[in-house]
Structure formats: C-alpha cells, structure tokens
C-alpha cells in the first residue's frame, strides 16, 4: 500500500469525526484510480493506497464485494462512509477536504466537463488507449473515426481555456482533478503538432505539481 500525502493546494483539517487515513482501492494504471490518488494528493489528504483489481485481484472477495457490489475499482472509504465511482469520490474529496465551493453555477460549470468527458470523448479515449498501449488493434477505418472524434472533442475544452490557468480556474478543481490523467494520455498518443496550445498549456501547468507527478505522470501502463 502507497500513501499520498502530497501537499500542493492548502486543504481544510480531517473531520474531527475521521479517527482514520481515509482508504482508496484501486490499481495504479487506471485512469479512474489516478483521478481520485490525484486528487487527494494535491489537496494534501492522507490516504491509504491498497492495490484491487487486474493483477492485483481482489475484486471477488466478500470484504470487496461488501464496500462495492458491481466489481469495480476505485473504491474510497472515509471513516465508515464508503463511496464508489471515480466522479463521485472526486466530488466527495474536493468538497469534504478543500476549499469547499457553495456557488451553485460555478459547481456546474466544474461538473459539466466531468459529464463530458464520460457521455462524449471517454469512450473514444478508452479505445485508441487500447489501440495504441494496450495491444488492442482497431479496423483502420475505426481507428480513424476515433482519432477525428477526440481530436475534435478536445479542442472543444482548448477553446475553453483560453483565459484560464485551469478548468477550475486560478486553481484545479474537480474537472481538472477528472480529466487532468486523460489529457497526460492525449499527449502521449496525439502527435503533439495537432494538439491546440491551450491543451498542452494546461498539461503543462498540471505537471509541475508533485501530486500529478507522482499518480499521473509517473502511473505505470
């Protein structure tokens, strides 16, 4: 097991009712786990890594099946609060232990790109990670429909960020803590020639903080 323990944004204090690290199952190459290891980190929460899922197993024991029924990593526990799905402990995280946001618009602009990403381009990334990591070869024609498709999705958020450091802003927020892992991917696939400015801007900007160093950059296959 990891710890992350990485203080890169200030955070708020542990619940006074949390007398334990907060637990995070997962696997380490998995884009989902590395949204929530990532987040954590950068909001300086200790969290307590234990290996679930692909070679690490796991996911069929009755303690596993008991925190998270459908089989799937990441899974977070908090105290006796256990919740399940990459977005949803992202948002749990960044509004239990940071700077805990009460506008109601700007929460939805956050969570509009998470939405995004799931219901538009993630299928597409899913795909070409496979085609071009994972040994998972693709009809040429089918490739190249996902390649057009995700070339066009992200520049939709590049000209979005135009007059931002960040999704969240001046600093990340949920979008960038739940995207931040796809676009680090985006740039080892894409030919970097063709990937807009904004992009790499932002990539680059995520990259400095040792939280994304550690859980995205450094991430194993």
Not at 115 to 124: C, K, L, R
Request: aromatic share 10%; net charge positive; with cysteine.
């Amino acid at each position: 097991m990891t710890l992350a323990r990485t203080p890169a944004m200030q955070a708020t204090s542990l619940p006074p009712s949390t007398s334990e690290l907060v637990t995070v199952w997962g696997r380490l190459n998995s884009l989902n786990v590395q949204r929530v290891l990532f987040c954590a980190a950068d909001l300086a929460i200790p969290v307590r890594h234990i290996p679930a899922g692909g070679q690490s197993g796991g996911l069929d024991t009755p303690e596993f099946l008991a925190l998270n029924p459908n089989r799937l990593v990441p899974v977070l526990k908090d105290g006796p609060f256990v919740v399940w799905e990459s977005n949803t402990i992202v948002r749990y995280l960044f509004r239990a232990y940071g700077q805990g946001l009460d506008d109601a618009r700007h929460i939805a602009l956050q969570d509009r790109w998470m939405d995004w990403y799931g219901t538009e381009i993630g299928s597409h990334m899913t795909a070409l990670w496979g085609h071009t990591k994972r040994g998972k070869p693709l009809p040429a024609a089918t490739a190249e429909h996902h390649w057009h498709r995700a070339t066009a999705l992200w520049k939709i958020l590049a000209d979005q960020l135009d007059a931002a450091h960040f999704i969240g802003g001046s600093r990340p927020g949920v979008a960038d803590y739940t995207l931040g892992p796809a676009i680090h991917r985006w740039h080892g696939m894409a030919p970097h020639a063709g990937i807009p400015r904004n992009l790499t801007r932002w990539h680059e900007a995520l990259s400095v903080r040792p939280a994304y160093q550690t859980y995205v950059l450094n991430a194993p296959l």
